[in-house]
């Protein structure tokens, strides 16, 4: 990692994301007063004048380089795995087929424990290396479980995680290989969540969820700041982006106002689209009935794109009005359209998706076909796991030396 010599913080306080109550930094976070996701507040005239995009050449190629626009105080602070920044590879042949014109998908798969949640655990395990927490814990689906282990381990910070039974068995055991205390329920994320809450007042853990603390969406939205620098500080034209918590959406949104403040990129922004399946998707539902929050949980969910798996977010509101500020929308696929088009852009274009971007691969060549989306827009999808933790297809050829080979029948 590149020296930090002479860096400080530019955070000023926390802030409500529904009533824009201040908290004061330096000290730890969950909910606001009212209960909901705090967000973190910069000066960022400040960070304008300290630093500028050529800085960033001279820098590692990893998501640190933007340490202005982070919360960590200094570098004695940061947990780090090697947090590189991840390519943006053209699905050119997937996109030609579909009618599609420029599609690029950006692989998270490549980050440390092999998805996106590296992001947003690194920096929250940081911080809370840097306020001295020893003990956390963490409801979760699969992915994020295993970064937060991982960091945990890292920061000799103990982890707790709790994971409903029917997650992969790749991902818990993933989890569980790192030696910390995890638990496989046999219930619900609902039923991990009360859990956490339960362990968190009786033994005094700090909660971790999604949007319960302000720094995990930090660490997300450096998915936006790499963008724009990808890009030559410019934006696409469009993000399909999966959406269970929704973190990652709230983050790159909140990242484009702050580049566009701090005089990096224009006012033009991406229209951002909300990824779920037919099997749950309270976002979609809502966006689609112009609602600001989603008025029940989702009832029923019938699944197998982990990702998407959350039946009210706790950030809803957040992610409607990313949706709506953005004139974006909401889209949901069944699981049979993700399964064909995950093994369809694999045989194109030799990129292997998890289920979660294969999700937004068939949300845009829906988009294609509905008019929503056209060939001449720059459109970007995340893949934001290896495909490797995800069911594969079967070996169907076999060959027996001994017996001979027609290399006619191959």
Same mark, same amino acid.
């Given at each position: ?95 030609? +087929?579909?009618? /599609?014109?420029? &599609? ?6 490549? $980050? @440390?424990?092999?998805? =996106?949640?590296?992001? !947003? ?99 997300? +939205?450096?998915? /936006?700041?790499? &963008? ?6 410019? $934006? @696409?034209?469009?993000? =399909?982006?999966?959406? !269970? ?166």
């Amino acid at each position: 990692m590149d020296s930090w010599a002479g860096f400080k913080s530019y955070v000023t306080h926390l802030e409500c994301s529904a009533t824009g109550e201040r908290y004061a930094a330096g000290q730890p976070h969950n909910l606001s007063k009212a209960g909901k996701p705090l967000l973190v507040r910069y000066d960022l005239p400040a960070i304008a004048r300290a630093v500028t995009r050529d800085d960033l050449l001279r820098r590692d190629p990893d998501f640190w380089r933007y340490r202005e626009l982070l919360p960590v105080p200094r570098e004695a602070d940061v947990v780090s795995l090697g947090e590189q920044l991840t390519p943006l590879v053209s699905l050119d042949e997937t996109s030609r +087929k579909a009618g /599609g014109g420029a &599609l690029f998908v950006k692989d998270e798969g490549r $980050l @440390p424990t092999a998805s =996106f949640k590296a992001r !947003g655990m690194a920096v929250a395990v940081s911080m809370a290396k840097s306020f001295g927490i020893k003990q956390m814990a963490l409801p979760t689906v699969g992915s994020g479980g295993a970064s937060f282990a991982a960091y945990c381990q890292r920061a000799g910070i103990d982890a707790y995680v709790f994971c409903p039974d029917d997650s992969p068995p790749v991902t818990m055991s993933e989890i569980a290989f790192y030696g910390d205390k995890f638990f496989a329920v046999k219930g619900a994320l609902e039923d991990c969540n009360r859990l956490v809450a339960e362990g968190c007042e009786q033994r005094g853990w700090f909660n971790i969820s999604t949007l319960k603390e302000p720094y995990r969406i930090e660490g997300k +939205k450096t998915m /936006g700041l790499e &963008l724009a620098e990808q890009f030559g500080w410019t $934006l @696409p034209d469009v993000i =399909f982006y999966p959406t !269970g918590g929704g973190t990652g959406f709230i983050g790159m949104w909140k990242a484009f106002d702050e580049l566009e403040a701090i005089g990096w990129i224009g006012s033009k922004r991406p229209r951002m689209v909300a990824v779920q399946t037919t099997g749950c998707c309270p976002i979609v539902r809502a966006a689609e009935q112009g609602h600001k929050e989603v008025q029940t949980p989702w009832p029923d969910v019938r699944t197998k794109v982990f990702g998407v798996r959350v039946k009210k977010p706790l950030g809803d509101y957040l992610i409607l009005r990313v949706v709506y500020e953005s004139k974006g929308f909401g889209s949901a696929v069944s699981d049979e359209d993700v399964d064909e088009t995950r093994a369809a852009v694999a045989n194109a274009d030799g990129v292997m998706l998890s289920p979660e971007g294969a999700a937004c691969v068939a949300a845009y060549r829906q988009a294609l076909k509905d008019g929503k989306v056209t060939k001449d827009e720059r459109a970007v999808v995340f893949n934001t796991a290896i495909g490797l933790r995800s069911p594969m297809g079967t070996v169907k050829n076999y060959i027996d030396p001994q017996k001979g080979v027609d290399y006619a029948t191959l």
